[in-house]
């Protein structure tokens, strides 16, 4: 069936996320093995999908340990019954009610970085939290520098100090991956990374304190051949993947899950463009720079044989308003699109764009909730 | 009081959408009394603020006709007493239920700008709407380019011999206007624009109809002096503004009256930086360019007497991951600020900025809810 028909036949008539269940139940099944082959813990980070069910799928795989990035986000997934969580951002120390709470109820995790946040720790936490030092190694967005090995023992000797807080290991987002150009550029990364968390994990354990790895950019995740040294992993993209990770090598396009059905509401000969329904709020703005200097917001992309398929790279999203999208169609595609037909788009970064439903469509017609 | 401890003081412990209320009504007032004195229809655009309760304001100005951007955000605003409503969109002929159900219930305008789309009303359409032309006057974005005049009376013609579907007039959005560079350039966009809308008029007056001409955009309606020859307005922006509105001219900065208050949670002295809880999923990824080429997601804002005040731009917003906000400041700034403070960004576009919050909170604290 063409892509508009089966889109028009699970019901759409506005923009809608869809996704190929079968193949993120693929891609959370091929990174669980990663994990269990490498023996290291697998802490999926679940912000990417936000969905209880989803959730579910990685139960099926045996996992038990998670990483989301708020505490509300945490909130919700204990309320879906998990009880082994790390907020993998820095503490918000003005949520102090919420980190509490959340401490009293599961084994939960937290990221510190400074002397300013263990003191606000200090002053108000009441249960027991695993605290992991954020690490930066290169990215340059939090953490402590990773070769500045005083401050991160004398950090590391204070936590030890205060009562309730368990210094559990370093952890690093090594995001610098995500503006790879290749896959040997990510191993490279990949393996710089590992190197300068290895170094900091052997100056603590020289000076007595035992301290895990964790490393968490799904690039590194999907690339790296083994895990050696690590301890855990915390990839959230993986689970869509998306545009940006196909054009950095960490993904196959065949491993694309998530995509944005919209109505074309206007078919434009003279300039070679469809515009649909379907703007900013429903695919965010973020944007693919192509080797032209054009920015892109996403490719078209068909339906065969009732999953993912095809994408356009001849077909890009190349503007936003608020609602509306315009795409560059060339000449044999567009005499083939009218209005009222619906159109698949393989969106730049999935999380952002998953951000703005309230649900998911599978391609069976199931509706997958998410946290609102 | 200092900006961190005014908003502390209104219990903010997370990224948070806050409402200079005061000044949007403020700007409301302005509008509505600049459409009064040229005594032509204000049908404000709803889409950028969302909310009944701001619907409000606007009735107090006597506001009876309205625009928005979607078939379920006009339902939420007949929820709440909306009576006229243009949905300033092209027609997605998918919603042709939600299209009846709304004709049924009030007075409804439809924008259509093909044969497509006029053929799909007259299969489905069971009550009568008003139909405006969609006129592309320079944006090409979406509407019948407006020097096809032989394309334009063409339609009108068709459009006339469909039951239910009433010719009202022609309309556009000269979203050219966004990419001015002064004042003086808006004012140009805006009577070319009014220039070529009155040809058309013209021609279809000539041809035995009788046509309205409704523009839309906030630039030219901030900036126009009069509006002769015009029929009605649907500015939406306006009643915020924005970064990106101060830079083009169509506002003055104390007109802002949206901003977002983030929780600092890492202080970075060696790179002169700070990161805030509030990243792309609560600022969104637009950006504007400054002249350095670099590319900025909002400024850091003072509350000053307990309204939004003075804008830092010396202190810019240059990253934002999905929850991360990376701030440049200045050493002075920068010894000021320490985690657990909360700091407030201007956004750049706030129409994409209030669409990721469920509710406004006001400087005195009152929470405005929206759509959801």
Redesign the interface.
């Known amino acids: 069936m063409p892509t508009s028909a089966f889109l028009?036949s699970l019901g759409?008539?506005?923009p809608t996320a869809i996704l190929d269940a079968v193949q993120a139940r693929q891609n959370i099944r091929h990174m669980a093995q990663k994990a269990a082959q490498a023996n290291i813990r697998f802490r999926p980070h679940f912000?990417t999908h936000q969905s209880a069910e989803i959730g579910q799928w990685f139960q099926t795989e045996g996992v038990t340990t998670i990483t989301v990035?708020?505490f509300?986000m945490a909130h919700y997934f204990v309320e879906h019954g998990w009880q082994d969580i790390t907020v993998a951002?820095?503490?918000?120390?003005?949520?102090m009610d919420?980190i509490n709470r959340l401490a009293s109820q599961i084994q939960l995790g937290v990221l510190v970085?400074?002397l300013?946040?263990i003191d606000?720790l200090q002053r108000g936490i009441q249960h027991p939290v695993q605290v992991w030092l954020e690490i930066d190694t290169g990215y340059?967005?939090?953490g402590l520098?990773w070769d500045d090995g005083d401050r991160i023992l004398s950090l590391v000797r204070h936590l030890d100090s205060v009562e309730h807080l368990e210094f559990t290991g370093i952890l690093t987002h090594t995001?610098q991956t995500y503006y790879a150009r290749s896959r040997a550029e990510i191993q490279y990364l990949y393996q710089e990374t590992t190197g300068r968390m290895q170094s900091i994990q052997d100056r603590l354990q020289q000076a007595g304190f035992s301290c895990q790895i964790s490393i968490g950019d799904t690039p590194s995740c999907a690339v790296a051949g083994s895990f050696a040294g690590i301890d855990e992993i915390r990839p959230g993209n993986f689970v869509f993947y998306d545009q940006m990770m196909y054009q950095i090598g960490a993904c196959r396009p065949d491993q694309l899950a998530l995509a944005v059905a919209c109505?074309v509401?206007?078919?434009y000969p003279?300039?070679g463009q469809i515009?649909v329904?379907g703007g900013?709020?429903h695919l965010?703005?973020?944007?693919l720079v192509e080797t032209s200097g054009r920015a892109v917001f996403g490719y078209l992309q068909e339906i065969e044989n009732g999953r993912l398929g095809r994408i356009a790279y001849d077909a890009p999203v190349i503007?936003l308003?608020?609602?509306?999208g315009?795409i560059d169609v060339p000449p044999a595609m567009e005499r083939k699109v009218?209005?009222?037909d619906?159109v698949l788009i393989s969106p730049v970064h999935s999380?952002?764009t998953a951000?703005l439903y309230p649900f998911y469509l599978t391609l069976t017609g199931e509706n997958i909730s998410r946290i609102?």
Chains 1, 2 share one sequence.
């Not at 951002?89 to 949520?95: A, D, I, L, T």
């Not at 965010?284 to 944007?287: P, R, T």
């Not at 308003?321 to 509306?324: G, K, T, W």
Request: with cysteine.
């Open positions: 028009q759409i008539t506005r912000k990035s708020s509300s951002f820095p503490v918000n120390v003005r949520e919420a970085e400074s300013a946040t606000a340059h967005r939090t520098v995001g109505p509401v206007g078919v003279e300039r515009v329904y900013a709020v965010s703005k973020e944007a503007s308003s608020q609602e509306h315009i009218t209005v009222g619906i999380c952002l951000n609102r």
